[in-house]
């Protein structure tokens, strides 16, 4: 009796397994889009992918993660689609034969957030180079995100740009996180410190505190995001059909308005630009 | 400042909503981690049942190396998985990365060494109370396996009580190789993730809350199996 209820119990338990392995359906259309975190918290992605397969009933999968960790899992065929913004490695990305063709998809820009308090006295800034002088010359704390990903490559190139040396600052003013856009707000808003973030993310931010933007509106905070289709010369198991039927929407007329019409609080989040940018 | 009163009434608010968005994740959840203890049982127990009652040269480097996997890092899991799953990897062809499945996979690494470890510190005493009478029916030392464990059933429920405790609470592993794709392989632990990066700091402690929960109601459930099946053994 007893005996029969916990190998009921048992079996139960592999049954569940069973199930489980079986509801990876094989039959559902899907493609993977290695992506990162700014198109997923903003909740374009959430807005856009239901529209895409109203349309085309193909399902599209989306890891997010850093441009760094995207473009990586790529290279090792995890994804058909790459969906990043950084636009030198996405280059690189289609030199070196991983990707097929890079295209143009939409653009926003980068900020600098800062407390209210404003330590380095760069609020209303649009000077990006100054203000991150001036943050050095403060010694004021400034959150990294640390980890290759888009955003901070861009910051990278920023920092070089105003000639700062932070591998020395590294651990006292200057503090890299080694995590996403949004655990870096996190930390940088606990610890006081400028962030460097993209407005998209920042905007659907919850835990803003009496964090502001502080700088803005500097045509190096351009920040592009381009897609490429994973090669499926290289990767027999690339979706190349339904990857390609992706791209072609999100760079045609529907994709593009669908990418203009994504508000949060009446804010435009993303402004496509893919004819603009696309030979 | 978070309340935690009212992350608190949120979570109820969550769950009385019946919003089958977070149904489903807590079903996921739940699926992916019994799955997991399910396999890590089927595979842990005999072996740590084994080298209890077991001698050979290198058992006690063997129990030593079983004990420390208990503190695998979920991270360095995940990463391994990965790396097995990834189409450039050697299990690559199964195509599981991903899934639901490539979530069970790096679970039942991280937890066999959990119910093995426990389960040959359970058989290991009752061998000790016992082996004399068993050797005495003539039963060898690995064939008295099955009984020890079939002995133990009652013990060996905290094995397994240890093992889900560990699966359901992680995150580092499965969020790697299942990749927090929406509706897919989306899990408590990671929409906590998600939804605190996007500082929405009081709906991932509500669901937070309703994790822990879950963690009760399945350790009540087993804990009242065990006493009614006590109650009807004895009886």
Not at chain 1, 122 to 127: I, K, T
Not at chain 1, 206 to 220: H, L, P, S, T
């Given at each position: 009796m007893l005996r029969h209820r916990l190998m009921g119990l048992m079996l139960a338990l592999v049954a569940f397994t069973g199930l489980t392995a079986s509801?990876?359906?094989?039959?559902?259309r899907f493609i993977i889009v290695q992506s990162t975190t700014s198109t997923q918290n903003s909740g374009l992605l959430d807005y856009l992918l239901p529209i895409f397969k109203e349309k085309t009933g193909i399902e599209v999968r989306v890891v997010a993660v850093g441009t760094g960790q995207a473009i990586k899992n790529a290279q090792n065929g995890d994804g058909d689609v790459l969906l990043v913004h950084a636009k030198p490695a996405e280059e690189k990305f289609v030199a070196e034969g991983w990707g097929v063709e890079r295209f143009d998809v939409m653009y926003n820009d980068f900020v600098i957030v800062g407390p209210a308090n404003d330590p380095a006295g760069?609020?209303?800034?649009?000077?990006v180079v100054a203000a991150l002088t001036k943050i050095a010359e403060t010694k004021s704390p400034f959150a990294s995100?640390?980890?290759?990903?888009g955003t901070h490559k861009a910051e990278k190139r920023l920092w070089k740009a105003a000639g700062i040396d932070i591998a020395s600052a590294s651990g006292d003013w200057y503090r890299e996180t080694g995590s996403g856009m949004g655990a870096t707000l996190n930390a940088g808003v606990g610890m006081g410190a400028y962030i460097m973030t993209d407005r998209a993310t920042w905007i659907s931010f919850?835990?803003?505190?009496?964090?502001?933007?502080?700088?803005?509106?500097?045509?190096?905070m351009f920040n592009q995001y381009g897609v490429i289709l994973v090669n499926p010369e290289k990767f027999?198991?690339?979706k190349a059909e339904d990857g390609k039927t992706f791209i072609g929407w999100l760079i045609g007329d529907e994709g593009q308005k669908a990418i203009a019409d994504f508000k949060i609080d009446g804010q435009q989040l993303f402004f496509p630009n893919a004819s603009a940018g696309n030979s | 400042m978070h309340n935690f009163a009212s992350s608190f009434i949120y979570a109820a608010q969550l769950l009385l909503s019946g919003d089958p968005e977070l149904w489903a994740i807590v079903l996921l959840s739940l699926k992916v981690s019994l799955s997991a203890v399910g396999i890590a049982a089927l595979i842990g127990m005999p072996l740590g049942a084994a080298l209890a009652v077991a001698r050979f040269p290198g058992r006690g480097a063997a129990v030593i190396l079983v004990n420390s996997l208990m503190g695998l890092p979920p991270v360095v899991v995940g990463l391994l998985v990965y790396l097995l799953l990834s189409?450039?990897?050697?299990?690559?062809?199964?195509?599981?990365?991903?899934t639901p499945g490539a979530m069970i996979f790096a679970q039942v690494v991280l937890v066999t060494p959990i119910i093995a470890a426990l389960t040959r510190q359970v058989i290991e005493d009752l061998d000790s109370e016992y082996s004399e009478q068993l050797r005495s029916f003539g039963v060898s030392r690995l064939k008295s396996v099955p009984t020890l464990l079939w002995d133990a059933r009652y013990s060996l429920l905290t094995a397994l009580l240890a093992g889900f405790g560990r699966a359901v609470a992680e995150v580092g592993a499965v969020i790697i190789v299942g990749g927090n794709i929406n509706h897919v392989t989306r899990v408590m632990t990671t929409t906590i993730a998600l939804e605190t990066s996007k500082g929405n700091l009081s709906l991932a402690l509500a669901l937070g809350f309703i994790l822990i929960g879950i963690a009760i109601a399945v350790n009540a459930a087993l804990g009242m199996l065990k006493s009614t099946a006590a109650r009807s053994a004895y009886a």
């Open positions: 509801g990876a359906n094989a039959e559902d760069v609020a209303g800034s649009n000077d995100r640390g980890d290759d990903s919850g835990n803003k505190g009496d964090y502001k933007v502080a700088v803005e509106g500097d045509d190096k027999p198991n690339v | 189409n450039a990897g050697p299990l690559g062809v199964l195509q599981l990365l991903y």
